[in-house]
């Protein structure tokens, strides 16, 4: 009765409200992927008709048989993940010794340095110079060039910055007693204290990589070399523009819509299998990295 009175009615007002909010929001968050998901197990009619609201229509599942028996998926499978996998290695390695270097107070030029990578957030030289470098360095259909061209990200260095210089001063310190150099003081101080900032770049890095579209469509030529998601606006492109495939539409089991909501619920399961094991570490990694004066 006590813990009852505690809260006024304003707070049960607002709690309430928050609650409604939240449900809202938690609403708007989740159709998207239950809508998918439906048009994907619709048959193509019901699909292009606009009749799919929140469960499957004459469910099928056509749609997946036509991506999973086409290689050309599984090739740009393949090559999502190596440029996930890759690309995420490959920025780690630069991330996680650059930002230990711009955390050190010691570092000769460290304001400097430091707007130097806050600039890049804001201003870059452009699509068209952008592009121009990549062709005048030889990574124009490369698949090394789209792992090594976006291997470095601002936002991460600053934040993991961020999350390095909030480690006592005093640990360094020990270690450097017992004999340890920077790169024993990184490795084995560093890191296994910064696993949650690490573990949240970490998820950056994976959701930026898989999600990579416009470049790879941009400076990759070859079939064989496209990731997923420039398969998916291919196979868009390739059904909407089949004369014959649009004028048996009435009588198809699938469509470009459930062909292409297949494709797309087939390339987020990687990602909603990765994310429960590093959630933990999101939300902390987050508020101590944050960004800070």
Request: net charge neutral.
């Amino acid at each position: 009765m006590m813990k009852s009175n505690l809260y006024s009615r304003g707070d049960k007002i607002f709690a309430l409200a928050v609650s409604v909010l939240i449900g809202m929001f938690t609403v708007a968050t989740l159709y998207p992927f239950i809508y998918i998901a439906a048009v994907s197990f619709s048959s193509g009619f019901a699909a292009t008709a606009g009749k799919v609201v929140l469960t499957p229509i004459d469910a099928t599942i056509e749609a997946y048989k036509y991506v999973l028996l086409d290689p050309q998926f599984w090739v740009s499978y393949r090559n999502t993940f190596i440029y996930t996998i890759g690309g995420t290695v490959m920025s780690l390695l630069f991330i996680i010794p650059g930002a230990y270097a711009l955390s050190r107070p010691q570092l000769y030029g460290r304001r400097t340095w430091n707007l130097f990578i806050a600039f890049t957030m804001w201003f870059n030289a452009g699509l068209i110079p952008f592009f121009l470098n990549m062709r005048d360095l030889g990574l124009l259909d490369s698949m090394f060039g789209i792992i090594l061209a976006f291997a470095v990200n601002a936002f991460n260095i600053i934040l993991l910055r961020n999350f390095f210089e909030a480690i006592p001063q005093s640990f360094e310190e020990a270690a450097r007693m017992d004999g340890a150099n920077d790169f024993q003081v990184l490795w084995k101080v560093f890191v296994p204290l910064s696993k949650p900032a690490i573990a949240t770049i970490t998820l950056f890095c994976i959701v930026s990589r898989w999600n990579g579209f416009f470049w790879a469509m941009v400076l990759l030529q070859s079939e064989e070399k496209i990731p997923l998601q420039v398969f998916l606006r291919h196979t868009i492109a390739t059904l909407s523009d089949d004369q014959e495939f649009t004028a048996t539409l009435m009588d198809a089991a699938y469509s470009a819509e459930t062909v292409t909501a297949a494709i797309i619920v087939c390339s987020i399961i990687p990602v909603l299998i990765v994310y429960p094991f590093i959630q933990k570490y999101f939300e902390k990694g987050i508020l101590l990295g944050g960004v800070k004066e």
